[in-house]
């Protein structure tokens, strides 16, 4: 889909296209590891409220409600997400808004993580699946994003996502 419209008003969708990441040397023997990452349509839509319509269905077929906030800030995940995996972001698991079990991940870099505070941030939830190895050899998808008060004394594990990249492609499994 490169295109929506909502309410008389045409939405460009071209940055939410599918592309893919390489980790030089990080695949089995030393090869690349191509991750390729889906930025799914709950990035700029939000669920519905009792009695509110519905104004796009997602790629489940769900009724959704497009978001100005989400969609705003989809438009830097390309980047936010090629951060994530470059430069080994740190994640933890957590379940979503509608109690899903992904990852959840901040733009903060490694060495900024234990400065962050208490508060309202931007959540960003993603979870892989191993690829055919045509194109990629993991598929990170990203489910949803949208700001969430946190607690970060309360996050038990972090995970680096190198490890998890690898760990998913590895032992061929989806995580978590």
């Given at each position: 889909m490169e295109e929506i419209e909502i309410e008389g008003v045409l939405r460009d969708l071209k940055h939410l296209e599918s592309f893919i990441v390489i980790l030089v040397g990080?695949?089995?023997?030393?090869a690349d590891l191509r991750v390729a990452i889906h930025l799914g349509l709950h990035t700029i839509s939000r669920s519905c409220q009792p009695g509110e319509a519905s104004n796009l269905n997602d790629e489940n077929g769900q009724p959704r409600v497009f978001c100005e906030d989400r969609y705003a800030f989809s438009f830097g995940l390309k980047d936010i997400v090629t951060r994530m995996?470059?430069?080994?972001?740190?994640?933890?698991?957590?379940?979503?808004?509608?109690?899903?079990?992904?990852?959840?991940?901040l733009d903060a870099a490694p060495g900024r993580v234990r400065q962050?505070?208490?508060?309202?941030?931007?959540?960003?939830?993603?979870?892989?699946?191993?690829a055919d190895g045509q194109r990629a050899d993991v598929n990170l998808y990203v489910t949803s994003c949208?700001?969430?008060?946190?607690?970060?004394?309360?996050?038990?594990?972090?995970f680096d996502t190198h490890m998890l990249l690898r760990?998913?492609?590895?032992?061929?499994?989806?995580?978590?």
């Amino acid at each position: 889909m490169e295109e929506i419209e909502i309410e008389g008003v045409l939405r460009d969708l071209k940055h939410l296209e599918s592309f893919i990441v390489i980790l030089v040397g990080k695949g089995k023997e030393g090869a690349d590891l191509r991750v390729a990452i889906h930025l799914g349509l709950h990035t700029i839509s939000r669920s519905c409220q009792p009695g509110e319509a519905s104004n796009l269905n997602d790629e489940n077929g769900q009724p959704r409600v497009f978001c100005e906030d989400r969609y705003a800030f989809s438009f830097g995940l390309k980047d936010i997400v090629t951060r994530m995996v470059q430069q080994k972001y740190f994640c933890w698991e957590s379940s979503d808004r509608n109690r899903a079990m992904n990852y959840a991940v901040l733009d903060a870099a490694p060495g900024r993580v234990r400065q962050l505070e208490d508060g309202e941030h931007q959540v960003i939830y993603f979870y892989l699946y191993p690829a055919d190895g045509q194109r990629a050899d993991v598929n990170l998808y990203v489910t949803s994003c949208y700001m969430r008060y946190l607690r970060f004394g309360s996050i038990k594990r972090r995970f680096d996502t190198h490890m998890l990249l690898r760990k998913c492609h590895f032992e061929n499994k989806r995580l978590p």
